[in-house]
């Protein structure tokens, strides 16, 4: 089977999440709305838009998904009534505004998968005046945890294997988020609302403020993260610990730079700033005993990333850039797209204009056709 499929069984088979947004649709889509569902993948949430009283849905996904999602409509009798788009969102057009517009792109954290910038995006180019919007906010909530076994992967590069160091992973490991199913029994004290985010409006920067004081005696390993999204009034979809209603979707747990043993009393301030476009999150914690400071993480994404000093050299305004040969070919695939040539025309001149790159024709065809994805139609 397809993974790709099965992640997606994955999402259809989480009754909390498909329940939540058909009460949401069901709230807020009028008879006769124009609806985007964007990020679509099956379009079930096309499906239930359309079963809420939509006239005409649009859905926009990237994947190869949308295929299956075509067989889907079809087999559903509903293929006049649903416009599947296969493409990038930011590079879609419609050939009408819409009235509402609705997506699942809330990750872990509410952030990462792209529900900021790309609902943005399309809410600014997309919808109506006045049109509605299905998430319409996400907050951010947090908490101190104490998780041993996903500290043990943080902490496993400190030490030298077969006589090796690896402290340089151990740096990086530190400012790494990590997905975890976090539960009740993790949390050292209660969770607190870091910030909330109006989805109708543009946002750059998330960031907050928040303050705790340790219920009981443990070992603080990192701070705990999740979402919770208003769909609809009185309708909310989240992956908070112990919710029971918690779609199954995991939370992030951002490590501090060592673990700490704390006793009840203790207390905590965290402070958050996210930069959802460029996926960085920044995090300082302080762990107060009494009135001094027994602990101090300062710590981003930016120190987790791989970064190599070749990729740095690149992005300095005096380097000069020359295309590599595979960028020469794409060049060359670009170029023919003139109107005129057949595809078979387009893969016969790249594989004769580069024979070092191509050792086939079916290798120079499986080129041609992955640039064409991204920037033909």
């Known amino acids: 089977m397809s993974l790709v499929v099965d992640e997606h069984r994955e999402y259809l088979a989480d009754t909390v999440r498909v329940a939540a947004f058909d009460a949401a649709l069901r709230a807020l889509v009028r008879p006769g709305d124009v609806v985007l569902d964007l990020a679509s993948g099956t379009g079930i949430l096309g499906l239930l838009a359309l079963r809420a ?4 849905v649009y859905a926009i996904e990237s994947e190869p998904i949308a295929g299956l999602a075509r067989r889907i409509v079809r087999d559903n009798g509903l293929a006049d009534r649903i416009t599947i788009l296969q493409t990038l969102s930011s590079r879609a057009t419609l050939p009408q505004p819409v009235d509402l517009i609705v997506t699942d792109l809330a990750g872990r954290f509410g952030f990462e998968a792209g529900l900021i910038e790309v609902l943005g995006d399309a809410r600014r180019r997309f919808l109506k005046p006045g049109g509605r919007i299905i998430p319409a906010s996400v907050t ?3 908490a101190p945890v104490e998780v041993p076994d996903v500290r043990r992967h943080v902490d496993f590069w400190a030490a030298p294997i077969a006589g090796v160091s690896f402290a340089a992973a151990h740096a990086i490991a530190r400012g790494t988020g990590y997905p975890r199913h976090l539960t009740p029994g993790d949390l050292l004290d209660d969770p607190v ?15 907050g403020r928040t303050a705790f004081v340790v219920k009981r005696a443990g070992t603080f390993d990192g701070i705990g993260g999740w979402f919770a999204a208003v769909l609809a009034p009185g309708v909310e979809l989240t992956n908070a610990p112990g919710s029971a209603d918690r779609v199954n979707r995991r939370n992030v747990f951002f490590p501090l730079r ?15 700033v996210i930069r959802p476009e460029v996926l960085i999150v920044r995090w300082r914690v302080e762990i107060r005993r009494d ?8 710590s981003s994404t930016f120190e987790g990333m791989l ?5 740095v050299e690149h992005t300095r305004p005096s380097s000069t850039p020359v295309l590599t040969a595979s960028g020469e070919a794409r060049r060359t695939v670009l170029d023919l797209c003139d109107g005129a040539r057949t595809l078979r025309e387009i893969e016969a001149a790249v594989f004769e204009s580069h024979p070092a790159l191509f050792r086939t024709h079916a290798d120079a065809a499986a080129f041609v056709a992955e640039v064409l994805a991204r920037y033909a139609v």
Do not use: K
């Open 140 to 142: 951010l909530w947090l």
């Open 193 to 207: 609302r870091l910030t909330t985010v109006d989805l109708s409006n543009d946002t750059d920067v998330m960031s």
């Open 258 to 272: 060592d673990a700490v043993a704390v006793r009840a009393g203790d207390t905590v301030s965290v402070s958050m």
């Open 53 to 56: 009283g939509a006239a005409h």
């Open 291 to 298: 009135a001094a400071v027994i602990h101090i993480t300062t």
């Open 307 to 311: 970064v190599s000093q070749s990729d």
